[in-house]
């Protein structure tokens, strides 16, 4: 094989190959539809005009017919008139006519048969173009079901499927991170006041404490009040004593 032959052959199957994907079936379906509709009044247009000649000859077989018998009734008269020579150019027109029928005739026969040919083949032709509509709108549907599905696929294949599911099971375990923080921090403030009344409750012994202490304090600062006049002779006697210790330990510091 010729290397022309064989860009040719390239060439050719890159055609078809652009043809077949530009070619959209509704549309080619419609333009089918259309082109199939006009052979159909070309048809009809046909069978009319084929009706119409064999009316015409009918109608020329008929009349030649119709002046044969006429020529033959004229030839009779002369006859019998004896006008032997009249009869004979009667006969010779109606001779002529009758040769006319016979050709009109097998012309009208002909005519016919084709146009019963005729008038079978538009029956045929407009059988099928009602059955073309109707397979068109099938095959118009099935397309745009077919186109309704590649598009679904094609949107299906372009979603990331894995990736969405993995921002999904994401956002969900942050949810629940979300959802555990707010239920632990609940539980620790609760946890927080409850400690916080037990304190309250139990109370402290060092608060006690504390509180005997600036209770002593607040006892040493206050003024001493003068002992009642009923107590003065003992309170002297304290005094004495008092005065004897502080003179002992004094003794006891000199040592």
Known sequence: MGLFDRLSRVVRANLNDLV????????????????????????RQAVARAIAEQKRTEQRYNQ???EANKWEQRAKLALSKGDESLAREALVRKKTHTDTSVTLKQQLEQQN???N???????????????????????IARSKAAKANVEIQQ?????????????????????????????AI??????????????????SGVDEELAMLKAQI??????????EASNTQSYRKDLAVDAELEDLRKKLDNL
């Not at 077949?20 to 048809?43: H, M, R, Y």
């Not at 040919?117 to 095959?139: D, G, P, Q, Y």
């Open 113 to 115: 048969g084709q146009v």
């Open 218 to 227: 607040s006892g040493i600062s206050e003024p001493q009040k003068l002992p």
């Open 186 to 203: 609940g539980e620790l403030g609760d946890t927080g006041l409850e400690e916080q009344f037990a304190r309250l409750e139990s109370g």
């Open 155 to 183: 949107t299906l294949s372009d979603v990331n499927t894995s990736g969405s599911m993995a921002a999904f099971e994401r956002m969900e375990s942050k949810v629940l991170e979300m959802e555990a923080r707010s239920q």
């Open 64 to 66: 030649d017919i119709s």
């Open 20 to 43: 077949s994907k530009a070619e959209d079936p509704e549309k080619v379906l419609e333009q089918t539809i259309n082109d199939i509709g006009e052979d159909l009044i070309q048809v």
């Open 117 to 139: 040919i005729l008038k079978r083949n538009l029956v045929a032709l407009e059988s099928k173009i009602s059955e073309a509509k109707t397979k068109k709108n099938m095959l």
